[in-house]
T-cell receptor
Framework: DAGVIQSPRHEVTEMGQEVTLRCKPI?????LFWYRQTMMRGLELLIY????????DSGMPEDRFSAKMPNASFSTLKIQPSEPRDSAVYFC???????????FGPGTRLTVL | DAKTTQPPSMDCAEGRAANLPCNHS???????VYWYRQIHSQGPQYIIH???NNETNEMASLIITEDRKSSTLILPHATLRDTAVYYC????????????????FGTGTRLTIIP
């Protein structure tokens, strides 16, 4: 298995632009997680899905952030409009529902100028 | 979920055992201890987890005190590739597929393996 796949690996954009991050979980996994990592705040959970349904979005910072999971093999995290403070590494992870191990992707490094 | 306390950094000589401590004095009876690590520029990686018995796998051993208020992750023969940030996390046991699967990462311990 290729593991969790994220794209793009790097994204540089200007303030105000829309940004879409993509994630393909490991086949057969039915839980998917989006995390954000910054130097100031560390690694934070933004939202997670179980069987394509959002279970906990309490970590989503504000309305500019939205996440979708239209099917079991694809999820997006969208930021509109983007701001410089959104600059971070965004990780996607997947697991079997209730599983003990979350498998993380390589991350997307986002820079908003 | 209970909070954890870890030293911010540690050094260990290559080939020696690395012992990483974690305090979780407010842990509840239904909470497990999980360890993840994050090698520079990579996503976190699961290492091991346990409830109250000591656990061992191909990567590490986990020693949990009898009162469960603290634990130690042991890397038996540290190599340079073990240089990473190690996170100790406490999470409730999931009794169904729809429990709270959140992992709350703290600041972790930055382990440096010295050649």
């Amino acid at each position: 298995d290729a593991g969790v796949i994220q794209s793009p690996r790097h994204e540089v954009t200007e303030m105000g632009q829309e940004v879409t991050l993509r994630c393909k979980p490991i086949s057969g996994h039915n839980s998917l997680f989006w995390y954000r990592q910054t130097m100031m705040r560390g690694l934070e959970l933004l939202i997670y899905f179980n069987n394509n349904v959002p279970i906990d979005d309490s970590g989503m910072p504000e309305d500019r952030f939205s996440a979708k999971m239209p099917n079991a093999s694809f999820s997006t995290l969208k930021i509109q409009p983007s701001e410089p403070r959104d600059s971070a590494v965004y990780f996607c992870a997947s697991s079997l529902a209730g599983g003990n191990e979350q498998f993380f992707g390589p991350g997307t490094r986002l820079t908003v100028l | 979920d209970a909070k954890t306390t870890q030293p911010p950094s540690m050094d260990c000589a290559e080939g020696r055992a690395a012992n990483l401590p974690c305090n979780h004095s407010t842990i509840s009876g239904n909470e497990y201890v999980y360890w993840y690590r994050q090698i520079h520029s990579q996503g976190p990686q699961y290492i091991i987890h346990g409830l109250k018995n000591n656990e061992t796998n191909e990567m590490a051993s986990l020693i949990i005190t009898e009162d469960r208020k603290s634990s130690t992750l042991i890397l038996p023969h540290a190599t340079l590739r073990d240089t990473a940030v190690y996170y100790c996390i406490v999470r409730a046991y999931l009794i169904s597929n729809f429990g709270n699967e959140k992992l709350t990462f703290g600041t972790g311990t930055r382990l440096t393996i010295i050649p």
